[in-house]
T-cell receptor, first 111, second 113 residues
Framework: RKEVEQDPGPFNVPEGATVAFNCTYSNSASQSFFWYRQDCRKEPKLLMSVYSSGNEDGRFTAQLNRASQYISLLIRDSKLSDSATYLCVVNRGSSASKIIFGSGTRLSIRP | NAGVTQTPKFQVLKTGQSMTLQCAQDMNHNSMYWYRQDPGMGLRLIYYSASEGTTDKGEVPNGYNVSRLNKREFSLRLESAAPSQTSVYFC????????????FGSGTQLSVL
């Protein structure tokens, strides 16, 4: 079983829709959490960090549930440019240096 | 404005050949990482170096060795390449604390025939 698990998708939704991704992690020692975005096998780019209290950045909202070891990402009013693969990322180890990626969820927005 | 530089960008090897992927960062980061990405999969951690002078195994270390040459450079060596090592390899670095993000190189497409 992978340490960080995501629904691979693909999610195919119309422009303007709201879409949610989930991620679970198995190691309770995990210390910090992120969502990255990756386009067409290019290098991943940080979308947002995930804080315990939940956080929002424009149309994007991230939530963390440490008790259930669960992270979520909500995208509201989706745009064509949101089409990408979304990667859930977890840090653990001393100084939170061991950084593990989930397999990614592919999102496709249709006009 | 270089950031993280990986070389080469593309490489084709025959089974059994060896090679070293080079990675250098100019941001004075403490931590450096090597990942591989296969089609339809996320990034899998091969090895990482939390700080200069240390290296640790990641999720898929078999068949690879690494060297943290100095604070700037972190190389990945394939001693005897196998077709299963055909992948895209990404190097990344970060300051080394908590919430700050990873900075990635542009990747190396490696094919082993």
């Amino acid at each position: 079983r992978k340490e960080v698990e995501q629904d691979p998708g693909p999610f195919n939704v119309p422009e303007g829709a709201t879409v949610a991704f989930n991620c679970t992690y198995s190691n309770s020692a995990s210390q910090s959490f992120f969502w990255y975005r990756q386009d067409c096998r290019k290098e991943p780019k940080l979308l947002m960090s995930v804080y315990s209290s939940g956080n929002e950045d424009g149309r994007f909202t991230a939530q963390l549930n440490r008790a259930s070891q669960y992270i979520s990402l909500l995208i509201r009013d989706s745009k064509l440019s949101d089409s990408a693969t979304y990667l859930c990322v977890v840090n653990r180890g001393s100084s939170a240096s061991k950084i593990i990626f989930g397999s990614g969820t592919r999102l496709s927005i249709r006009p | 404005n270089a950031g993280v530089t990986q070389t080469p960008k593309f490489q084709v090897l025959k089974t059994g050949q060896s090679m070293t992927l080079q990675c250098a960062q100019d941001m004075n980061h403490n931590s450096m990482y090597w990942y591989r990405q296969d089609p339809g999969m996320g990034l899998r951690l091969i090895y990482y170096s939390a700080s200069e002078g240390t290296t640790d195994k990641g999720e898929v270390p078999n068949g690879y060795n690494v060297s943290r040459l100095n604070k700037r450079e972190f190389s990945l060596r394939l001693e005897s390449a196998a077709p299963s090592q055909t992948s895209v390899y990404f190097c990344a670095s970060r300051v080394g604390q908590g919430f700050e993000k990873l900075f990635f190189g542009s990747g190396t497409q490696l094919s082993v025939l």
